[in-house]
């Protein structure tokens, strides 16, 4: 009637020797995962560094701030003379990134920061942390300085989810 059953028959006999002689497929998937287990400890040692982290930090906020057209003002600055010394502080003493995010969450302290002068207070805390006795002593006299109804302030207060 029809060649159909005649050519099941013939690719059957065909794919039948091709699927046997490829062997184990366990080669390849015990590569596959050691593949993913390197890429895996790579990655993790790429990102657990202290420059990542800060770079991170960095991109983040300057993200946000020119959002608010402030990328030029004096605590966008002092942020970054901050994050510069917690990077060196963290180079000298063998710190991790994880070490790095524990330094600076006083930053991401939604309970603690209310206001301009909070921010200020939690940098000034990070600061005498990492013992840059100057750095504190700037931050301190411009804590008594800034306003609490600053544009660029507010809009970091926001992103906090203060």
Known sequence: MSDVPVSVTNVAEVVQPVAESSGSIWGYVAGGVALLILAGYFGYKK???????INQVRKRNLKEIKKLGMENSE?????????????TYANENGKTGGDVVKIIS??????????????????????????DAS??????????????????????LKRAGI
Do not use: C
């Open 47 to 53: 990102i657990n560094k202290p420059a990542f982290i």
């Open 106 to 131: 006083p930053l991401n302290d939604t309970a603690r920061i209310k206001t301009a002068r909070d921010m200020y207070q939690s940098m000034i805390y990070i600061a005498n942390e990492i013992h």
């Open 75 to 87: 605590f966008v600055v002092d942020l970054d003379r901050l994050l510069d010394s917690v990077l």
């Open 135 to 156: 750095l504190a002593r700037d931050f301190k006299n411009k804590a008594k300085q800034v306003k609490a109804n600053s544009p660029l302030m507010a809009g970091l």
